[in-house]
């Protein structure tokens, strides 16, 4: 088989400075994409900037011959989007990839969490994958192609104590994500997602025996993969950690129908409305519509 290569394209990778989006930055560009390397250089909560981070990927990959630029601006204005959209566009003519990876924590539990630590992270991980990815669309629609890569979280789509500000964030992307792919789809846009693990940083002290086998390195194979012009898939999101792939899916079973709709038929048939056994998987809002006239007709 052939290997996947990424020559002529241009990729965006935010967040690019540590972690999962260096690890990224890295591999795209080693199969020869040219890659805007955005940090703005900040503490794991999200404060202070450094220009240093973003920098020293780029040189890390112009050591090994690769090309790639830093910015430092962040995810989180609409401004800090534009820019950085605008450095590929300036730098290299085109915009053929958007990896969304740029993130912070502020976790608390959620009966004391303040509207600050809320605001802080919605900005970075939910606002920021909008700010970045609408006028990366905007450029890729026109070009007739491109490919998205989000990051979601298992803390979103399956919950976690202390999350409630970055599992909603997180969720939303998912969300944002089966959007991307349905309004982009006409225009050679696919747009996929990834609920990562990986020791970093952000995970410094919480992954106990995890720790050694689920590097950065393992999750951006996968990244990718999901990039390339050869992604048949969109709208889907992985879950990925330490050389394991797996798909997250949305289903609906197959449901009750309640000859009389109230409260007591809802818990005496609770079994059956909750029944896995046979399910669906919409992949839109017209399928999921179209599902329930279908048993209800
Ligand atoms: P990290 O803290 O090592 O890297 C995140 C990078 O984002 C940092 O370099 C930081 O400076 C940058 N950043 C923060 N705010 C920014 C802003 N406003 N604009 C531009 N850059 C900004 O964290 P890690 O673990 O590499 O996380 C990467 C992504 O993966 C995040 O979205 C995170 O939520 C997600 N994730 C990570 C998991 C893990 O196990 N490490 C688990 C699930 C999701």
């Given at each position: ?110 009966h004391k969490m303040d509207g600050a630590m809320i605001d ?178």
């Amino acid at each position: 088989m052939s290997s996947l290569h990424f020559d002529e394209r241009v990729a965006i990778v935010t967040g690019a400075g540590n972690g999962l989006g260096r690890s990224h930055a890295l591999e795209l560009a080693r199969r020869g994409a040219r890659v805007v390397v955005n940090d703005l250089g900040g503490s794991l909560h999200g404060d202070g900037q450094s220009t240093d981070a973003a920098q020293a990927v780029v040189d890390e990959i112009t050591a090994f011959g690769g090309t790639a630029v830093a910015n430092r601006d962040s995810v989180a204005t609409e401004e800090g989007g534009r820019a950085i959209v605008q450095t590929a566009l300036d730098e290299f003519g085109r915009l053929d990839v958007l990896v969304n990876n740029a993130g912070i924590l502020r976790d608390k539990a959620f009966h004391k969490m303040d509207g600050a630590m809320i605001d802080a992270v919605i900005d970075v991980h939910l606002k920021g994958t909008l700010f970045v990815t609408q006028p990366a669309f905007r450029a890729m629609r026109e070009a007739g192609y491109g490919r998205i890569v989000n990051t979601s979280s298992a803390s979103g789509l399956f919950g976690n104590f202390g999350q409630a500000n970055y599992g909603a964030a997180k969720a939303g992307i998912a969300g944002l994500t089966r959007v991307l792919a349905l309004e982009g789809a006409a225009y050679g846009i696919v747009a996929n997602a990834i609920a990562p693990i990986a020791a970093t940083r952000m995970t410094a002290g919480l992954l106990g025996d995890l720790t050694a086998h689920v590097t950065p390195e393992g999750v951006s194979p996968v990244v990718a993969f999901l990039a390339h012009e050869d992604c048949p898939v969109s709208g889907a999101v992985y879950s990925v950690a330490g050389g394991r792939v797996a798909k997250i899916f949305v289903g609906e079973t197959s449901g009750a129908i309640l000859e009389e709709l109230t409260a007591e038929a809802v818990r005496d048939q609770l079994s059956q409305i909750e029944d896995q056994s046979t399910y669906h998987e919409p992949t839109s809002l017209d399928m999921a519509t179209a599902i329930i006239a279908r048993a209800l007709s």
